[in-house]
């Protein structure tokens, strides 16, 4: 089991404020998730994996496809108080769900 | 309400690590507060704040005052196989609680 935070690289954010927005999505993924995914990532020792993503159109492709395979999906959008435009949306938190569901997402992607 | 996410800023981690570290505690912070904490957080838009700490001592330090004040405090120790040794506490949550408490303990660090 594993939760996959994907974060753009192309918006020019301090470490920072990528840290609140990690934070941001995957407390979303963990309020979303079903009560039986959520039970087997704790016992699991709750993997998160921070990855790295382009730009917009590619965190929102990958948030598509994810959806779309059923996987849990928490995209954060900032509420442009600090270094990026309101709306703007900065990160995606898939799953947490089976390793391979996630890696059929994500598998692609460098750690950031 | 806020939630304060503490890292130390002495042990080299990357911008990735220090993400993973933050989502660690923001997420396990979630799952120790109380529901009437986490409700009126969640209720009031689940803001984070992610602040830097010049060490381990400091880091322990300031969770053991917030323990002491009745805050929610989960301090993040790190499995190891990447950046940092084995045990190391690199991150901590305090709260979600109601800013004047958290600031109490955590007014004088600067962000991250």
């Given at each position: 089991m594993k939760l996959a935070l994907l974060v753009r690289?192309?918006?020019?954010?301090?470490r920072g404020k990528i840290a609140a927005q990690v934070a941001h999505a995957a407390v979303a993924a963990v309020l979303a998730s079903g009560q039986a995914d959520l039970a087997a990532w704790l016992a699991d020792g709750q993997a998160k994996v921070v990855l790295r993503v382009a730009d917009g159109e590619h965190l929102l492709d990958l948030a598509r496809q994810a959806a779309a395979s059923g996987l849990t999906v928490e995209v954060v959008r900032d509420a442009?108080?600090?270094?990026v435009a309101a709306g703007t949306a900065t990160c995606c938190a898939i799953g947490p769900a089976g390793d391979e569901r996630v890696d059929a997402v994500t598998g692609e992607l460098p750690l950031l």
């Open positions: 690289t192309d918006l020019g954010m301090g442009g108080r600090t270094q």
